[in-house]
């Protein structure tokens, strides 16, 4: 798709479809089934919904069995299911008003055959499944990586800028022609009102990161070294190049979903994150580094050619995001979404990073 196509508004983002009276479900709440409700996503949003009076029973689809219960959870009823079981998925979505998509792949060990399937067909396998179900809305957690890291790109992204495949990344590559996908799933089934949520690097107390770096029988070491970011115990001299960063709290990403859970604005795609753009030597500034600052230029161009490089691990194709940071416009959120983060981006970061009892 060419830049001079715009995306965002169109069929998915005009008219009345999908902003329901925010009061629930015919039976006074909505029942809202949630996939992948244990991951960064999840955490934020599930304790929002076992809070809020509009919902009434929440279903959750994971392939991992746990109890929702020891969460205090009290709302949501457990199902095991997998995205690649269609059959599951529409037991699983029987009578509900509401399907928010959170599952997948981000990186790790798996195979790209297999990361596709969950990610791209898994996908299409919830949205059917829903539609199957009749559901009245599907909000799905996209990426402002689906915008793809690109030369022209403007200084600031609005939701009428395409969203077009990275060149290798392979997790933005699926964002973007997930979009697509959805989009044309959507308009064979005008019922289902489809919501995209846009956030940049969500953080906060529940961040997931490095979870499967290492394979294997060695995961769970993997999970303790990288599993939460941490100061440096001494700080250290670093050269950072001054690329601009946006982040977001997971409690306001759960907000956003909210939002669209309850039909508070029209149906479309959402730009979201925390007020304030930041730098890198920002961030390397809040892990206890001493920063020196480098024009941006050459970082880029690094990032340009090291990502062309062939037979690059899943891991390092993420180079490619430092070539043309993305920096979004979230005024559409805040005007017909309603929606409004609590935290900035530097608070959700030292947030993140903030010390906790048993961390």
Excluded at 105 to 131: H, K, M, P, Q, Y
Excluded at 169 to 195: D, G, V
Excluded at 209 to 227: I, N
């Amino acid at each position: 798709m060419s830049p001079g196509k715009r995306r965002g508004a169109g069929a998915l983002g005009e008219g009345p479809r999908g902003a329901a009276e925010p009061d629930g479900g015919s039976d006074g709440g909505l029942t809202v089934a949630v996939t992948g409700p244990t991951g960064t996503f999840g955490s934020g949003l599930v304790p929002l919904l076992q809070d809020d009076d509009r919902v009434a029973r929440v279903i959750g689809i994971a392939r991992r069995p746990f109890d929702p219960a020891e969460r205090g959870w009290t709302k949501m009823e457990y199902r095991q299911g997998d995205v690649r079981d269609a059959e599951a998925l529409r037991a699983a979505f029987d009578g509900v008003d509401v399907v928010v998509h959170l599952a997948f792949l981000i990186t790790g060990n798996a195979s790209r055959e297999t990361t596709r399937s969950i990610n791209v067909d898994g996908t299409l396998n919830v949205f059917r499944a829903a539609a199957a179900a009749g559901a009245r809305r599907f909000v799905y957690a996209s990426s402002v990586a689906a915008y793809g890291f690109h030369p022209d790109n403007p200084e600031t992204i609005g939701e009428d800028w395409p969203t077009r495949p990275a060149a290798r990344l392979f997790y933005a590559q699926e964002k973007a022609e997930l979009e697509e996908l959805l989009e044309q799933e959507a308009a064979q089934h005008p019922e289902l009102a489809l919501f995209l949520l846009r956030p940049p690097v969500v953080l906060g107390p529940n961040v997931i990161g490095g979870k499967d770096v290492l394979p294997g029988p060695l995961a769970p070491l993997g999970r303790r070294l990288f599993g939460r970011p941490r100061r440096l115990p001494v700080p250290v001299p670093v050269f950072v190049p001054a690329l601009p960063m946006q982040f977001i709290h997971e409690e306001d990403v759960g907000r956003a979903l909210v939002q669209c859970i309850v039909g508070a604005g029209p149906p479309g795609a959402y730009n979201i994150a925390g007020d304030g753009v930041l730098t890198a030597a920002d961030v390397a500034r809040e892990f206890g580094a001493l920063p020196i600052a480098v024009p941006p230029q050459p970082a880029q161009a690094a990032a340009r050619a090291f990502s062309r490089l062939p037979f690059l691990p899943p891991v390092a194709e993420w180079v490619e995001a430092a070539s043309r940071p993305a920096i979004m416009d979230t005024t559409k959120a805040h005007d017909q979404l309603g929606w409004r983060p609590r935290y900035t981006g530097l608070e959700a970061l030292r947030d993140t990073l903030r010390e906790r009892p048993g961390g």
